[in-house]
């Protein structure tokens, strides 16, 4: 059974500060995918990272692939309220129709 | 935007009784997937479906699942007799191919009493 451990699993800072979360494995993935989650709510696809080595920007995210595509993280600049959320990674083994697996996700608090 | 839409929002039922989880993928999607997040867990892969039939399923997906596609457009997954620990969000899921990225539904809130 593939296992990603997210970490960390709370985090609280203040708005305009960096912060990064990572997500880990000791399985290669053939793609890993980060979605957020609000509650009560289904995950929301943010990005798909595929190359081992790739980073993907979206606006103040940049999300890094592992070279070894073990790992990844998410990187957020000057964070803001609305950031606030559960991030959750979830890795395909490249299976075809497998279903993910997700990780436990990072509960993200940004206060103003 | 297409997204994937789950009737009901939530479903409250006795224990022992059968439900039916209803879900429109996107359109052009092709897989289809089943979900569920326990309270305070994290989200558990249940079925894969794709040109109908079953692809992939975990453990947890065991005789009192089944899913179907029982026209053009639906897609639903039954619990033929509900037990208490059947409680949690089920979200259904699609992709328009096995390689790319899952849109998720809003998730049916299920609460087995």
């Known amino acids: 059974t593939q296992l990603l451990e997210q970490s960390p699993q709370f985090l609280s800072i203040q708005e305009g500060e960096n912060l990064t979360v990572y997500c880990n494995s000791s399985?290669?993935?053939?793609?890993l995918q980060w979605y957020r989650q609000e509650p009560g709510e289904g995950p929301v696809l943010l990005v798909t990272?595929?190359?081992?080595?790739e980073v993907k920007k979206l606006k103040r995210l940049t999300f890094q692939f592992g070279d070894a595509r073990k790992d990844s993280s998410l990187h957020i600049t000057a964070a803001q309220p609305g950031d606030t959320g559960l991030y959750l990674c979830?890795?395909?083994?490249?299976?075809?129709?497998?279903?993910?697996?997700f990780g436990k996700g990072t509960h993200l608090i940004i206060q103003p | 935007e297409p997204e994937v839409t789950q009737t009901p929002s939530h479903q409250v039922t006795q224990m022992g009784q059968e439900v039916i989880l209803r879900c429109v993928p996107i359109?052009?999607?092709?897989?289809f997937y089943w979900y569920r997040q326990i309270l305070g867990q994290k989200v558990e892969f249940l079925v894969s479906f794709y040109n109908n039939e079953i692809s992939e399923k975990s453990e947890i997906f065991d005789d009192q699942f089944s899913v179907e596609r029982p026209d053009g457009s639906n897609f639903t997954l039954k619990i033929r007799s509900t037990k208490l620990e059947d409680s949690a969000m089920y979200f259904c899921?699609?992709?328009?191919?096995?390689?790319?990225?899952?849109?998720f539904g809003q998730g049916t809130r299920l609460t087995v009493v």
């Open positions: 990272v595929v190359t081992g080595g």
């Open positions: 979830a890795a395909d083994s490249g299976g075809g129709a497998d279903g993910l697996t």
């Open positions: 899921a699609s992709s328009p191919t096995a390689y790319t990225e899952a849109f």
């Open positions: 359109s052009n999607h092709l897989y």
């Open positions: 399985s290669v993935f053939s793609s």
